[in-house]
């Protein structure tokens, strides 16, 4: 059972270019979620998602975009990249978001992205 | 979104019981309080969860007044493996919107 996967683990682009990340998950979660990480700052939300076809914004989404096609993906866009955005980019999912569940959020393995 | 407020950092001796606190004085009666442990390069990890008084499992304990508005998260007995950031996330899974705070790095000392 993989859990949640990133691809890539790590890029560098230059200012201006796009890219998207990729995050899927195996464990058939309803929530999928994007979280960016800087140092000092802890774990922001940019995006995020409570089933397949819909997405919502967080607490950063400006310069990102994002897509839930299919339940198992969560894609993270990123359409003309700044340094701002160097960070390390985390997805994580959970099961449902009731309140009789524990909402466990299951992480992945985050993605260093550099803008240069 | 329900802040948080931790200690930026903490130092404890090997053997000994960790108690992290954090305040939160704006929570809702729908939140709950869960907390999470990050290692250096890896995504955080789901540690305990509870809503009020005591909630125990093999891995620690979370104390939570009668009020709500500070936890604590004890550790027994931390090993050098214990070295890590403790966030402390206060919200209502119904909305989805959880906020983490800066976290409480705390390091293990032999």
């Known amino acids: 059972n993989a859990g949640v996967t990133q691809t890539p683990k790590f890029r560098v682009l230059k200012t201006g270019q796009s890219m998207t990340l990729l995050c899927a998950q195996d464990?058939?979660?309803?929530?999928m979620y994007w979280y960016r990480q800087d140092p000092g700052m802890g774990l922001r939300l940019i995006h995020y998602?409570?089933?397949?076809?819909?997405?919502a914004k967080g607490e950063v989404p400006d310069g990102y975009n994002v897509s839930r096609l299919k339940k198992q993906n969560f894609l993270l866009g990123l359409e003309s990249a700044a340094p701002s955005q160097t960070s390390v980019y985390f997805c994580a999912s959970s099961p449902t978001g009731a309140r009789t569940n524990t909402g466990e959020l299951f992480f992945g393995e985050g993605s260093r992205l550099t803008v240069l | 979104l329900a802040k948080t407020t931790q200690p930026i950092s903490m130092d404890s001796y090997e053997g000994q019981e960790v108690n992290i606190t954090c305040s939160h004085n704006n929570i809702a009666t729908n939140d709950y309080i869960t907390w999470y442990q990050q290692f250096p390069s890896q995504g955080p990890r789901f540690i305990i969860q509870?809503?009020?008084t005591k909630v125990t499992n093999e891995v620690a304990s979370l104390f939570i007044p009668a009020d709500r508005k500070s936890s604590t998260l004890s550790l027994p007995r931390v090993s050098l493996s214990d070295t890590a950031v403790y966030y402390c996330l206060v919200g209502c899974y119904g909305n989805n919107r959880l906020a983490f705070g800066k976290g409480n790095q705390v390091v293990v000392i032999p």
């Open positions: 509870g809503y009020k």
């Open positions: 998602s409570v089933g397949e076809g819909t997405t």
């Open positions: 464990m058939n979660h309803e929530y």
